[in-house]
């Protein structure tokens, strides 16, 4: 299974989810993330995220910020954005029906249908990356349940 993590900058909620798909994730996936914006390309996930991830025992910060290629559309099988906004730029952007299937929203996941957004904690503190973290954590763990025989 190959799952591609999205969301606008990468360097929040996407490297949050590709750390926890990656620490509970059968070893022969392949787990990345991406940004559908170049801002930050090469960096390193947002300190507090590193920080959440770090308490949780999963270390992010080898993780480096990408923008979303046209090609993660035929690399990955699943693309999870991680609002409506990323979901929207990436459905806009596929080249067929068949790629614009593999996007969906991580939290329907948990909440089928609903259309729940990962909030972007960028603009708060601490304690957003925390819930940011558990949300995650949860669709993570519904995604593996539905996907690995474990």
Known sequence: MKVLMVCLGNICRSPLAHGILAYKA????????????????????????????KGRGIAIDEQRSRPFEIEDFDRFDVIFAM??????????????AE??????????????????????????????????????????????KNNTNG
Do not use: C
């Open 26 to 53: 059968p070893h022969n996936w392949r787990i990345d993330s991406a940004g559908t914006s170049g801002w930050h390309q090469g960096e390193r996930p947002d300190t507090r995220s590193i920080i959440t991830a």
């Open 83 to 96: 609002d409506s906004s990323n979901f929207s730029n990436l459905t806009r952007i596929a080249p067929n």
């Open 99 to 144: 790629s614009a299937a593999k996007v969906k929203l991580i939290m329907n996941e948990i909440y089928p249908n609903e259309n729940r957004q990962v909030p972007d904690p960028y603009t708060g503190g601490q304690n957003g990356f925390e819930k940011v973290f558990d949300m995650l954590d949860l669709a993570v763990d519904e995604f593996l």
